[in-house]
């Protein structure tokens, strides 16, 4: 029986043709790392410069309509049965979601995000390493990591458990696309399907990337141990086993055990600094950031540079919102997989607004420290940030005591991010490639491991943390699209779904048997 259920979930176009595109680029990395660096360059400068207007329109309108749904008179419809209550309770949904999320990025930018701004402002005429300078960093941190990104994955997990729980289709973003069009082609849903696939695959990679660079910083900081490709290969390799142990004993126990393991010491962490720190200036740049934030939100959505020619939007707001597109099939199919049983106003609230509440938390604790520092204790944390963002959590450190405990700490801290977020990856391209089996078996969870941990090794050796960056915007591109498609279904199903409960509009009747 299991060897047929095995075969059964190679046997699939999703599979197969995802696999290979993976497997074929992995190879072209391994063979010609030059090669896929120079072109990555090339298709790097020409998206980001060419459609950076289309990723931030597209994401400010995904927040409106998150929030329209939320407050309207559709958030009280349930994703799931009418009374059904929720399968997780609200401190493990809320530590799954973080750490599946975004919380290896927090860690990873939590520092060195408003230090890097700091030194080069988002803003014309802001002098660099300035008070203003460091009001407009941490302003602009926020907003790179707020509700924005949230919303990309709220859209495609409010989609993915609206039709998985209340309507029984299987969780894949290609029914979600003909779910108001049965007779669409299946060639067209399998397309959608290899295309969200391969976005997963990307965007987890530039994260785990992002980690294991971190990590390598961090031990050669630390401990002096060499910073190079090889090591961080042996990483990836270290990450490989580790994720694929705990993606294979489920989401009821590794996934679950690992998130509050991580969401206890991210708390732990952030009370011990909070107080160890500059207490009331962390309070006060918290209190000013979110105040900032507000009022400037509609500018920040829309800040584009086409009369001046500068870069930083590209490099930094529009890096990101491509980023968790390539992301926001893995994030959306598994924040589905995890929010049965919550209404829609809840699902809303509790993605868009808690995760992002906390990593505020954190970079301004982290952040907010690092700026303190250079302002008024004389350090130069963010010079040495601008010579290498990877060790920027461990250059704060330094300045604390016990810090060799501190660093082992956050390594322990990174290290479970990156495990959580890979293996609830794993998982996530388990059920894509598996017609959306919620419970794929091991042997495919094992192959999209390998290829995982493949991809990222190729990225990081042949173009680092640039060639991570440009598999996210290349990915997103046609996704972003999608997203769009996926709103417009959405919202006229539930559309549908109101009026016939209203009485308004009657179900359309089954054809009389000929």
């Given at each position: 029986m299991k060897k047929n259920r095995d075969r059964a979930s190679y046997n699939n176009p999703v599979f197969k043709i995802s696999a290979i595109i993976v497997g074929l680029f992995t190879i072209w990395g391994a063979f010609s790392p030059e090669s896929l660096a120079k072109n990555a360059s090339i298709v790097f400068n020409f998206t980001s410069k060419s459609f950076g207007w289309l990723y931030l329109l597209s994401v400010a309108l995904f927040v409106f309509f998150c929030l329209y749904l939320a407050f309207s008179k559709y958030g009280n419809i349930k994703l799931g049965r009418d009374g059904e209550k929720a399968e997780y309770s609200l401190f493990a949904w809320i530590s799954m979601l973080f750490s599946a999320g975004f919380g290896v990025g927090i860690v990873f930018w939590g520092v060195a995000e408003p230090l890097s701004h700091f030194s080069s402002p988002p803003l014309p005429g802001v002098e660099p390493q300035s008070a203003e300078a460091a009001r407009v960093a941490m302003r602009y941190s926020f907003f790179n990591w707020g509700i924005h990104q949230w919303s990309v994955f709220a859209i495609v997990g409010l989609a993915l458990a609206y039709y998985q729980y209340r309507h029984k289709r299987r969780v894949l973003v290609g029914e979600v696309l003909s779910a108001n069009h049965p007779e669409k082609r299946k060639k067209l849903k399998s397309a959608v399907n290899i295309l969200a696939v391969i976005a997963t695959v990307t965007g987890i990679a530039t994260s785990m990337g992002m980690g294991v660079l971190q990590i390598n910083g961090g031990l050669n900081y630390v401990f002096s141990v060499p910073n190079n490709p090889w090591v961080q290969i042996g990483i990836v390799g270290i990450m490989l086993v580790l994720y694929l142990v705990s993606a294979t004993t489920g989401i009821d126990k590794g996934i679950k055990i690992l998130s509050n393991t991580n969401m206890i010491l991210v708390l732990a962490l952030m009370v011990f600094f909070l107080f160890r720190?500059?207490?009331?200036?962390?309070?006060?740049?918290?209190?000013?950031?979110?105040?900032?934030?507000?009022?400037?939100?509609?500018?920040?959505?829309?800040?584009?540079?086409?009369?001046?020619?500068?870069?930083?939007?590209?490099?930094?707001?529009?890096?990101?919102?491509?980023?968790?597109?390539?992301?926001?099939?893995?994030?959306?199919?598994?924040?589905?997989?995890?929010?049965?049983?919550?209404?829609?106003?809840?699902?809303?609230?509790?993605?868009?607004?808690?995760?992002?509440?906390?990593?505020?938390?954190?970079?301004?604790?982290?952040?907010?420290?690092?700026?303190?520092?250079?302002?008024?204790?004389?350090?130069?944390?963010?010079?040495?940030?601008?010579?290498?963002?990877?060790?920027?959590?461990?250059?704060?450190?330094?300045?604390?005591?016990l810090y060799t405990l501190l660093s082992v700490l956050m390594l322990f801290l990174i290290v479970i991010f990156l495990v959580t977020s890979a293996d609830s990856a794993v998982f996530v391209l388990g059920m894509m490639t598996s017609d959306g089996d919620l419970n794929p078996s091991n042997m495919v969870k094992v192959i999209w491991g390998v290829l995982m941990a493949g991809i990222t090794a190729v990225l990081i050796a042949s173009s680092g943390l640039k060639g991570l960056q440009t598999a996210s915007l290349v990915s997103a591109l046609p996704f972003t699209i999608i997203l769009g498609i996926i709103s417009i279904s959405l919202y006229k199903s539930l559309s549908k779904e109101r009026k016939e409960a209203k009485g308004q509009a009657k179900p359309v009747p089954l054809q009389k048997a000929q």
């Open positions: 720190g500059p207490t009331v200036f962390i309070f006060e740049s918290f209190v000013l950031a979110i105040g900032d934030y507000i009022q400037h939100f509609m500018e920040m959505s829309f800040y584009l540079t086409p009369y001046t020619g500068e870069t930083w939007v590209q490099d930094w707001t529009v890096f990101y919102w491509a980023w968790v597109i390539a992301w926001s099939p893995f994030v959306g199919s598994f924040v589905a997989r995890i929010s049965k049983g919550r209404t829609i106003r809840e699902f809303v609230i509790g993605v868009m607004v808690v995760p992002p509440a906390i990593g505020f938390v954190w970079m301004a604790i982290f952040g907010g420290t690092g700026l303190y520092m250079d302002l008024f204790q004389g350090t130069a944390i963010s010079e040495a940030v601008s010579q290498d963002v990877t060790t920027a959590i461990f250059v704060l450190l330094k300045e604390f005591p």
